[in-house]
């Protein structure tokens, strides 16, 4: 069998940039990396309680973590930041807030960014959204899967291949679908490509979409 791996990690340092940026010494790396991991949490939760449902994507590409000494700098980067504005003209002040009291954060200032992202449909984490709120309401997994690929074609991106495993269509037995539009050069690590799984709990029960997005090759 072929060995997986993560197609972000693979590429660190060529195409691909890390999400958090720090220094911790040794003894207090692991509580650092749990503290992110616990303020990722935490915004993503707050922006799926405050969006308006209409939507049902909460839309969240990623959430870049900077830290320093006396300041954490949040930039959360959002297809779709007007929904949230709208909703909560103050929501980002109120998550500020929010996330101080529940990390007491003393003699640290938390500074929080919102970034929209051009093409939000080029990216996976969107996407995968998307996919989740399609299977949720029992469109079959096909159309689903071909409206998201269409509507990464208007993103301009090189290809894409979309991942579905589980109990696809309420059967019985297990499977997985997939589907590629384009190319999607795994192995070539100077190609800058975007992954993302998610989990979706429909009413079957549990399946994983993964989502890779080919977008663009490195220049010599």
């Not at 693979?10 to 003894?27: C, D, E, I, N, V």
Request: proline share 3%; aromatic share 8%.
């Amino acid at each position: 069998m072929g060995q997986k791996i993560n197609p972000l990690g693979f590429r660190l340092g060529t195409t691909q940039s890390h999400h958090s940026l720090w220094f911790a010494q040794p003894k207090n790396y692991s509580e650092g990396l749990q503290e992110d991991q616990k303020i990722r949490d935490f915004i993503k939760n707050y922006v799926q309680k405050n969006m308006r449902i209409s939507s049902g994507a909460e839309g969240i590409a990623r959430i870049e973590i900077q830290k320093r000494i006396d300041l954490i700098q949040v930039i959360i980067f959002m297809g779709f930041p007007k929904l949230l504005i709208e909703s909560r003209p103050r929501g980002i002040e109120e998550l500020q807030m929010n996330l101080q009291k529940e990390f007491h954060y003393v003699n640290r200032k938390l500074n929080i960014a919102i970034t929209r992202i051009a093409k939000p449909y080029g990216n996976p984490n969107i996407l995968a959204e998307f996919i989740a709120g399609q299977l949720k309401n029992r469109v079959s997994f096909r159309k689903a899967m071909k409206k998201a690929i269409e509507l990464t074609e208007q993103a301009d991106t090189k290809g894409i291949q979309v991942q579905i495993a589980g109990r696809i269509d309420g059967k019985e037995i297990a499977r997985v679908e997939w589907i590629r539009e384009g190319r999607v050069p795994l192995q070539t690590i100077r190609a800058k490509i975007d992954y993302c799984s998610y989990t979706v709990r429909t009413i079957y029960g549990v399946l994983g979409i993964k989502i890779w997005i080919f977008i663009d090759k490195e220049q010599e």
